[in-house]
């Protein structure tokens, strides 16, 4: 098998042996079992929008087209990914996002006895949780949107699951985890047991009550929103640090804004997804303001997690076919923005924000809204914006964040509007985005594990993630630690 790559094609081509062969001068009927290696949309000549595009294939004679093409063609080595060895160790993962998950599933397909308990319901269940609190705002803390996949997620430059698809993905990688551990819903880690610097026992409390169980590893694979048990962690003593993040609101605008300005008079061709876009600036503060989880045809979401405070996040389905665009705008923020020392000073910040936007919504889980040129100008706007929310209330959003963030988080719009030319024209803000990322950063030495021995901290919560795909290898990589015993 042989794969090449950098091959500029026209949005209308499909015959992608013809496109192989072309360019490598050789017959069309000597390539066979094509398939796409790569596949990204290239726009920066609005009046030439096409792909670049990579392919694995087959050909008669592969050693002498890798002697005459050594620049072009390379050979396709494939990737095994080994099963660890198991030993007679009780791991438990606690949290079963991405980190968690990953880990526990690792675990679990080498054999080894693993716990994953997760606080939620199951991820059927805790879709009719959301589903009622987005039509009717009453909340269950437990069931937030703090969160088998299409082919082509392996050859997008910026490959989408979404979130439709995503349901079906965790029940299966779950069922996979069942066949040699135990998945445990609606569990909450209540407490921990240390004697002499080491984990001893763990305190689990569920619908039947609370009780203890002794495990000789504990993953916490904990989310970035897991403010409950980031203060009984501090005071049982694990070492934390505050840690730099962003906050700011969510834009919206319609797709069809974004298709144009992307990809210029090709903007409805059918062969071409719903654009996005990724910007970052930096205002003359020195503050850095940037576009972050950018959700193409989706929705914004209230994705509030304890009463009386509210936060927003963004989604797309597979198929991106809503009709407006939206993503986070965020402004960095640093410890010296807390007004603390404390640990958890990041968190309170976070906290206070979240505290405003409820007010601001009219304390009934709705959520702030107001259109970006009456924020710019800090005037009151007009009522019944349509948004992809269903429950909003026009608000002035330059009551929510502190002075200092409004002011570089204006400059950074204006900014961005120099880049894509009418940015803050017909566009919404949405508040508040204000968790990007966690706000701490749990200790952890090169085999990742804790201050307090047998504790391993992993993933975005812990302050080591970005994102889905980071937080996923971060839980590989512990997976690896604990049954190697090295990193």
Do not use: W
């Not at 407490?191 to 002499?196: K, P, Q, T, V, Y």
């Not at 997690?305 to 076919?321: A, C, I, P, Q, T």
């Not at 206070?352 to 959520?367: H, N, P, R, T, V």
């Not at 990742?448 to 391993?456: D, H, P, Q, T, V």
């Amino acid at each position: 098998m042989l794969k090449v790559s950098n091959i500029a094609v026209s949005l209308d081509e499909k015959d992608y042996a013809k496109v192989i062969a072309n360019t490598l001068n050789i017959r069309k009927s000597q390539v066979k079992n094509v398939k796409i290696a790569k596949k990204a949309v290239d726009a920066r000549r609005k009046n030439k929008v096409h792909f670049n595009m990579g392919f694995t294939f087959e050909y008669v004679d592969e050693d002498q087209l890798l002697k005459t093409h050594s620049k072009q063609v390379s050979k396709v080595k494939e990737y095994h990914y080994d099963k660890l060895t198991p030993n007679n160790q009780t791991i438990m993962v606690v949290g079963s996002g991405p980190a968690g998950l990953f880990c526990a599933y690792n675990l679990a397909r080498s054999g080894q006895k693993v716990i994953l308990i997760e606080q939620g319901k199951c991820v059927d269940e805790r879709k009719k949780d959301i589903d009622t609190y987005l039509e009717t705002g009453k909340l269950n803390t437990q069931s937030n949107v703090q969160y088998g996949a299409s082919e082509d997620i392996l050859y997008l430059n910026k490959p989408h699951l979404g979130t439709d698809v995503l349901i079906n993905v965790v029940k299966n990688i779950r069922k996979d985890i069942e066949k040699c551990g135990d998945v445990r819903f609606e569990t909450k880690l209540v407490d921990i047991i240390i004697e002499d610097n080491q984990l001893k026992e763990v305190v689990l409390e569920n619908n039947e009550g609370t009780y203890k169980e002794k495990v000789d590893q504990l993953v916490l694979a904990i989310g970035h929103s897991a403010r409950k048990t980031y203060e009984m962690l501090y005071q049982k003593q694990l070492e934390i640090s505050q840690k730099a993040f962003a906050v700011g609101m969510r834009i919206e605008h319609s797709q069809e804004f974004i298709n144009k300005s992307q990809y210029g008079k090709f903007y409805d061709h059918p062969a071409l997804k719903a654009a996005d876009y990724k910007l970052a600036v930096h205002t003359s503060q020195k503050r850095g303001v940037y576009t972050f989880c950018m959700c193409p045809g989706g929705y914004v979401m209230n994705a509030a997690s304890e009463e009386k405070r509210l936060v927003v996040n963004g989604m797309s389905n597979y198929k991106r076919d809503n009709k407006y665009a939206n993503s986070a705008v965020l402004v960095n923020v640093t410890p010296d923005d807390f007004g603390s020392s404390h640990p958890l000073a990041g968190m309170y910040f976070q906290r206070k924000l979240e505290e405003k936007a409820f007010e601001l919504g009219g304390s009934d889980y709705s959520i702030p809204v107001q259109k970006v040129e009456d924020y710019l100008e800090n005037k009151e706007g007009i009522e019944n914006i349509e948004t992809s929310l269903k429950r909003v209330k026009n608000a002035n959003l330059n009551a929510l964040l502190p002075e200092i963030l409004n002011i570089n988080l204006k400059e950074g719009l204006l900014l961005m509007n120099n880049k894509i030319n009418g940015f803050t024209s017909n566009a919404t803000l949405l508040g508040v985005e204000s968790r990007s990322s966690a706000p701490i950063r749990f200790y952890r030495d090169e085999n990742m594990e804790s201050n307090i021995k047998g504790i391993y901290p992993i993933g975005e919560g812990a302050g080591y993630a970005g994102g889905i795909m980071s937080s996923a290898i971060d839980g590989l990589k512990c997976s690896e630690v604990l049954l190697k015993g090295e990193r």
